[in-house]
C-alpha cells in the first residue's frame, strides 16, 4: 500500500516541471563535472554521512543533558552552547553535499517522492529545532536544571525525525523512478 501510494506521487511528479529541471540541470557544468569525475559523488557521500554524524550526534548529546542523562553538573545554555554549532555546521555540511548528490543525479531524486518526503521532513525538522534550540537556552539561563516535559519531548521527537530523514536517504537508492 505504502510503495502503491510512493508510486503514484512519483508518477504525479514526472508530470509536474521537475522533469524538465531535472534534464536541464543534467546538462548543467556542475552536474557535468560531478559525473565526470570519478571521486566527485563519493566524496560528497562522505561529506554528507560525516555531516549528518556530527549534527546528529549533537543532537543527541544534547537531548541527553535536556534529559539529565549526561553532563548533569552543566548547565543547559553551556551544553547548548557547546553543541548548537555543530548541529548548524553538520545542517550546512549536508546542505552543500546534498546540493552537489542533487545536481549529480538529478532525475534519480527530483522525480522520486521519498526524495521530496525526506526535504519535508528536513524542512519540519530545522523549524522544529530552532524552536528546540530556543527552549533549551532559555530555560538554561534561566537556571532551570531540569528541562520541561515539552523540551524533552521535542528532543526525543527531533531524534525520530532525524531517524527517518536518515532512513528517507537510504531509501531513495531503491526507489525506482
Known amino acids: 500500500m505504502l510503495l502503491d ?15 524538465d529541471l531535472a534534464f536541464w ?9 560531478m559525473v565526470e569525475n ?24 544534547l537531548s541527553l543533558r535536556v534529559h539529565g ?8 545554555d553551556v551544553v ?6 555543530w548541529v548548524w555546521y553538520g545542517l550546512l555540511g549536508i546542505v ?3 546540493l552537489l548528490m542533487l545536481t549529480a543525479e538529478p532525475l534519480r531524486n527530483m522525480i522520486n517522492a521519498v526524495f521530496w518526503i525526506k526535504m519535508i521532513l528536513l524542512l519540519i525538522t530545522v523549524v522544529i529545532t530552532l524552536g528546540f534550540f530556543k527552549s533549551v537556552r532559555a530555560q538554561g539561563a534561566g537556571g532551570v536544571v531540569q528541562a520541561a516535559s515539552g523540551t524533552r519531548n521535542t528532543a526525543l521527537a527531533l531524534i525520530v525525525l532525524w531517524l527517518f530523514i ?9 526507489i525506482p523512478v
Do not use: C, D
Open 166 to 174: 536518515m532512513l528517507a536517504g537510504r531509501w531513495i537508492a531503491y
Open 69 to 76: 542523562k549526561a553532563a548533569e553538573t552543566l548547565p543547559m
Open 38 to 61: 570519478f571521486w566527485n559523488v563519493p566524496l560528497a557521500q562522505v561529506v554528507h554521512i560525516v555531516s549528518i554524524g556530527a549534527a546528529f550526534g549533537a543532537l543527541i548529546m
Open 80 to 85: 547548548a552552547k557547546r553543541y548548537v554549532p
Open 5 to 19: 501510494l510512493l508510486f503514484e506521487i512519483t508518477g504525479w511528479l514526472r508530470e509536474t516541471f521537475l522533469l
Open 96 to 98: 552543500i553535499s546534498g
Open 25 to 33: 540541470m543534467m546538462e548543467t557544468p556542475l552536474s557535468l563535472f
